[in-house]
């Protein structure tokens, strides 16, 4: 499965009032631990609840999507929280898998930023647009191995700054889809495949007052299946085939990927030398 179909529906959808005491029902939770929502295979469809946006009934072979957003929210917002919480979970039932992750697009492939929730993914990011990489990826990266080659996708939604970052910069392009007046969106992930030129796990230094400068390290395979391992999406006990996969695919991933634990100072100060640290690791990842 490589395209995404959504078609939005102005009706509301309305769970019925049993579906909290399922014992099937499958309990999800962002990336930072807060509940957001739940989903519940039923009759062969997959039924999503969003809190305070909405519900997502995935048809059969999960190509296709209904979506019922809440009484006054908005179309944009319910959309882009589609592509954030709904889109990697359908990615991840056939041969894809998403990383919790930003990512730029650049000459040398698609640059990866990992790690927790408040490392700095999306302010670097936008820091590299500004040097002229293009924004690829926000919160989820869908990749997958083919030919023994890592490559990512892009998913199509705005990245978001935290205080004080996001006065920063100025806003980040809105993201595009193709949709009409009846509410559908048709995305396809396969045209926007590209190879993965590197990861970078994050890291800030508690050592910044004595070694300000930006520190990259190459992080051995097993360390990598680790730490990316533990930022991937949608991993739940409900699933075993597809935990086994999404398993065997990020052993891939720390195996044939160039992977690095990039160690900074935080503050808007410290931002050119990180980019002109990150630069300078991807000439010589080109020339290597």
């Known amino acids: 499965m490589s395209s995404i179909r959504l078609l939005v529906r102005q009706e509301p959808f309305v769970f019925p009032p049993e579906i909290e005491r399922d014992p099937r029902l499958d309990r999800w939770v962002d990336p930072v631990g807060r509940e957001c929502g ?24 999960y190509s296709e999507v209904l979506g019922f957003p809440d009484a006054g929210v908005e179309t944009e917002r319910f959309q882009d929280v589609f592509f954030r919480l709904v889109a990697p979970w359908l ?32 302010t670097l990011a ?49 993201p595009s ?5 009846n509410g559908e969106i048709l995305y396809d992930l396969e045209g926007s495949l590209r190879p993965i030129s590197a990861i970078y ?21 097993s360390e990598s299946f680790r730490l990316l391992l533990a930022e991937a999406y949608c991993l739940t006990l409900t699933d075993g085939a597809c935990n086994r996969k999404m398993v065997d695919n990020y052993l891939a991933l ?13 503050g808007r100060e410290q931002i050119p030398a990180v980019l002109d640290c990150l630069e300078q690791n991807q000439k010589q990842l080109m020339n290597a």
């Open 38 to 61: 739940f989903s519940l295979e039923r009759d062969g469809q997959h039924w999503i609840c969003i809190y305070q946006l909405g519900a997502f009934i995935v048809q059969p072979g």
């Open 91 to 122: 990615i991840n039932r056939k041969v894809w898998d998403c990383l919790h992750a930003s990512a730029v697009l650049s000459g040398s492939g698609v640059v990866i930023f990992c790690g927790p929730s408040g490392r700095g993914k999306s």
């Open 126 to 174: 936008r820091a590299c647009a500004e040097r002229g990489a293009a924004p690829y990826a926000d919160d989820a990266v869908p990749f997958l191995i083919r030919d023994g080659v890592p490559l990512a996708a892009h998913i199509p939604h705005r990245l978001r700054l935290r205080d004080p970052a996001a006065s920063w910069f100025n806003d980040a392009p809105r």
């Open 177 to 181: 889809w193709n949709g009409n007046r």
């Open 201 to 221: 796990w994050l890291e800030r230094r508690s050592d910044a007052g004595e070694h300000p400068v930006p520190l990259v390290e190459r992080i051995s395979t």
């Open 254 to 266: 720390a195996r044939l990927a160039s992977v690095f634990q990039l160690s900074f100072a935080s």
